[in-house]
């Protein structure tokens, strides 16, 4: 399930290899600009950028897919450089899968999607007035595009953290009324008895201390967990390791539902939002998300936000008959 997906490393047979684009062309021929428009500056950018801006891996790595014929423009083999391409308009496929064409919006922006594998000690902001490392400071994007952390990770909690520039696709995965999850997996001191873990899977009580403090009130209240999905990983005396699904995100809730139980957290990594799983990346990495990737969260998004749409039709609808009922006391 966290199986990593790194550089591409599998090859095609070589009966199944396309041929490169010049060897398409009547023999005798070669490639030029009128008849190679991978040839053409003017058509886009470099075909190695283009796999680097997608994630695929560093330009140098591109460069090297290319040249060991692994990379393909529009079905046709590429092994030659330079060659330039439009991202948005050519399908460029790398050992045989095509990837993530950028989308764009109306007037020409285009809308990106970054995945992020925050390390400890870093904020989940664009920027800090105090110095501190932020998510901004660790994606720098080509051409400068700003982008913004989708929600919060804790300070010092590492893991999955997505980025963009998208404002619509981040307030349907972070607002609590949508309920996209979030999954993590938590190393906890000692043996977890089933009856806690029930507890939490039901909700516990926490403070509310930092909702107190934003809102300037003295007294602390405290608010009960929306319902956790728990699963064990594995279990014995000295740990338990498991895998909790959130649908909200409260300050340092897990260490602190944990720490509840009289269980502390050990470890602590977020692996997943949504359809999304952190795949293919070290600690500090960060990369595009996949055409595929960003299908599933779009369809994610549009289901709960189609969901929550209905319910609230159904609660208006209800409010109406109540009304009328009390306006019309036959009914």
């Known amino acids: 399930m966290f199986a990593q997906t790194g550089a591409v490393d599998s090859h095609f047979p070589a009966s199944t290899l396309p041929l490169p684009y010049h060897a398409h062309m009547p023999q005798g021929d070669s490639p030029s600009h009128e008849s190679d428009p991978l040839r053409d500056a003017s058509r886009g950018i470099r075909l190695q950028k283009a796999l680097a801006d997608a994630g695929i891996a560093s330009r140098r790595r591109c460069e090297e897919l290319i040249e060991e014929g692994l990379v393909t423009v529009n079905g046709r083999l590429v092994t030659e450089l330079p060659a330039w391409v439009d991202p948005v308009e050519d399908e460029i496929a790398v050992d045989g899968r095509v990837i993530a064409r950028p989308a764009k919006k109306a007037g020409g922006r285009r809308l990106i999607y970054v995945m992020l594998y925050k390390p400890k000690n870093t904020l989940s902001a664009a920027s800090d007035p105090s110095g501190r490392r932020t998510v901004a400071d660790l994606v720098r994007f080509p051409g400068g595009v700003r982008l913004f952390p989708v929600g919060r990770l804790d300070y010092d909690t590492v893991g999955l953290i997505l980025l963009t520039n998208d404002g619509e696709m981040a307030n349907l995965l972070t607002h609590p009324r949508y309920g996209v999850h979030k999954l993590y997996r938590a190393t906890v001191r000692g043996r977890v008895a089933d009856e806690d873990l029930s507890k939490l899977e039901e909700g516990v009580y926490l403070a509310e201390r930092k909702a107190a403090r934003q809102a300037g009130r003295k007294k602390i209240g405290a608010k009960r967990t929306a319902h956790v999905g728990i699963s064990i990983v594995k279990r014995d005396a000295e740990r338990t390791v498991l895998e909790l699904k959130l649908e909200e ?43 595929d990737e960003v299908s599933r969260l779009r369809k994610t998004v549009d289901q709960a936000a189609r969901k929550v749409g209905k319910t609230e039709l159904r609660d208006d609808e209800k409010g109406e008959g109540q009304s009328r009922r009390k306006r019309d006391p036959a009914g």
């Open 249 to 291: 995100g409260r300050n340092r809730q897990v260490r602190r539902m944990f720490a509840s139980v009289g269980h502390p957290v050990r470890k602590l990594i977020r692996v997943g939002m949504g359809p999304v799983r952190l795949t293919g990346l070290r600690v500090g990495e960060w990369r595009e998300l996949t055409r």
